[in-house]
């Protein structure tokens, strides 16, 4: 990655400047994915299958400048089918299996590049996650105005942690639901309504190297298995005024149950340069939101705007306790989870308008405001890891051809963000914001920026096929600036003048 080449902290003896610039080491990656499908259609409906594959081999460069090399690696297959039972009744039986692969060299100082990544045997950090989910929801005919679908699923999930340090526990997971959705159509008035019970279950294997259980805590082996029983549901209506506008409410409860990474992390996570703690006796996430939202659709304009209202019980986020791992309290910050109630207030809008058959205009605007209102957690109001307010826009000119090409397009624009404050030190990377005490250098609140970008694309007909192409600049000015949620940006600058070409070529085996 290279980044604008702006004096670093070093040389300008300025705390807030980065501490590395220009092109930034140990920030390569090799990453592959692909996917098949097949699919068989019959009288009574059709059976598909589909494989996919993603890997992401990737250094990460840390504060201390060394690489930490990593590899991640996710395997699905999905088999559905469709059967018409008759009678309007239509099932759906679905069976998803994954495989997920976390590896990980160490991290600090002795950290080592992606190249030092074992070939066989297991990594430093290594973690391998198989899931099962099998899943059957069957369509029903219409009762009264109401038509809906009806369904069971159930969850197996197998953690296997290996390696030399161990970060989580293996463990195994259970979860099965069963849920309804309905919705009927009343004139110009759409409801639907979503109901959905989980019953989940989970336990840990004992893990010295993790401290669990943490026995001069006094805790058992009771921490290694949670159990939670949670309900959610949704309250929904749509009301078409006339054929353009629309006005839409929803009203809804959710859940989170802790992840195991929640629950029993306890080692550096090299992702956000911190060793991270869990918190056995976290209890679920409980949030009940409310949303309205404006639609107009007609054949030039297209534009949405949603205001919302996200009340979370026992929301979960770390918390720097401003000590540092290592026996010399030379390691990385010490992060631990904590959970108290939270609330969520925000607004998006977009528009697109066809102003001209060759002129397209664009925006977009959202903002976010996160604000504990738990009087138990002390020295935080605003939540961590929320956006900034950001605003967009961008203008589009298109042809429908020009010589050997179709589809031809220009498009330039803007894209605005707001100054953020961090979190105290409720928010990862606190410690760059806190030099000389915590850090020599760095920032965890970031300035506010404005980027330029444009993209030029066409299509050209080659071999009886179409082509795409498309080549694109984000960052057009190389501005220096700081995304808040950039996990380099406690030492380093988000990405420069970035330039990049696009070809795609669409083709049929049968």
Same mark, same amino acid.
């Given at each position: ?26 920030? &390569? ?107 059957? &929801?069957?369509?029903?005919? %219409? ?56 019953? *989940? ?40 005024? +006339? ?24 080692? #550096? ?37 949603? #205001? ?8 979960? +986020?770390? #918390? ?23 609330? !969520? ?13 060759? !002129? ?47 589809? %031809? ?92 070409? *696009? ?8």
């Amino acid at each position: 990655m290279k980044a604008p080449d702006v004096p670093t902290f070093q040389e300008s003896n300025d705390t807030s400047a980065p501490k590395f610039s220009g092109e930034l080491d140990h920030t &390569d990656y090799d990453q592959l994915n692909g996917s098949f499908g097949i699919g068989y259609k019959t009288n009574f409906g059709q059976i598909s299958g589909e494989n996919t594959r993603w890997q992401n081999n990737h250094n990460f460069l840390l504060p201390n400048g060394r690489g930490l090399g990593q590899n991640l690696e996710n395997i699905s297959l999905q088999i559905e089918r469709d059967l018409d039972l008759g009678n309007y009744f239509k099932l759906n039986p679905q069976f998803t299996y994954s495989q997920n692969l976390r590896q990980s060299n160490p991290g600090g100082a002795n950290a080592e590049p992606r190249n030092e990544l074992p070939d066989e045997g297991f990594a430093n950090l290594d973690i391998l996650l198989n899931s099962y989910t099998a899943k059957t &929801d069957l369509q029903h005919p %219409a009762v009264g105005p109401f038509s809906g679908t009806v369904g069971i699923e159930y969850k197996y999930k197998n953690q296997d942690t290996r390696g030399d340090e161990p970060l989580v526990p293996s463990a195994t997971i259970q979860n099965m639901a069963a849920f309804v959705f309905e919705q009927a159509e009343i004139n110009n008035l759409t409801f639907s309504f979503g109901a959905r019970l989980d019953a *989940r279950s989970q336990e840990a294997e004992p893990n010295a190297d993790l401290n669990l259980p943490d026995e001069n805590a006094g805790e058992t082996n009771d921490v290694l298995r949670q159990s939670y029983m949670e309900f959610s549901g949704s309250l929904g209506a749509t009301y078409q005024f +006339f054929e353009e506008f629309t006005i839409a409410t929803n009203i809804g409860r959710g859940f989170r149950a802790p992840s195991l990474f929640n629950l029993h992390v306890d080692g #550096v996570h090299g992702g956000i340069a911190a060793y991270q703690v869990g918190n056995p006796y976290l209890d679920s996430e409980r949030s009940f939101n409310t949303d309205l939202s404006l639609r107009w659709r007609s054949k030039n304009v297209q534009a949405k705007a949603t #205001v919302y209202r996200n009340a979370i019980d026992n929301y979960m +986020f770390l #918390v720097n306790t401003g000590e540092f791992a290592g026996s010399n309290n030379d390691g990385p910050p010490i992060l631990e989870f904590v959970q108290g109630n939270a609330r !969520l207030v925000g607004a998006n809008a977009d528009i697109t308008a066809q102003i001209l058959p060759w !002129l397209q205009l664009s925006g977009t605007f959202e903002t976010v405001n996160g604000q504990n209102v738990d009087e138990d957690i002390s020295e935080v109001d605003d939540l961590p890891l929320l956006p900034p307010t950001k605003l967009s826009g961008k203008v589009k000119v298109m042809r429908s051809s020009i010589g050997e090409f179709e589809n %031809a397009f220009v498009s330039m624009g803007v894209q605005y963000a707001s100054s953020k404050e961090a979190a105290g030190r409720y928010e990862p990377f606190w410690q760059f914001g806190n030099a000389p005490q915590f850090s020599d250098f760095g920032v965890a609140s970031t300035d506010a920026y404005t980027l330029f970008n444009a993209m030029v694309g066409a299509e050209i007909s080659l071999w009886d096929r179409p082509i795409a192409l498309q080549l694109s600049g984000n960052n057009l000015f190389n501005n220096a600036y700081r995304d808040f949620l950039d996990t380099y940006k406690g030492y380093a600058l988000s990405p420069g003048r970035n330039i990049s070409f *696009r070809v795609k070529v669409l083709f049929n085996i049968l």
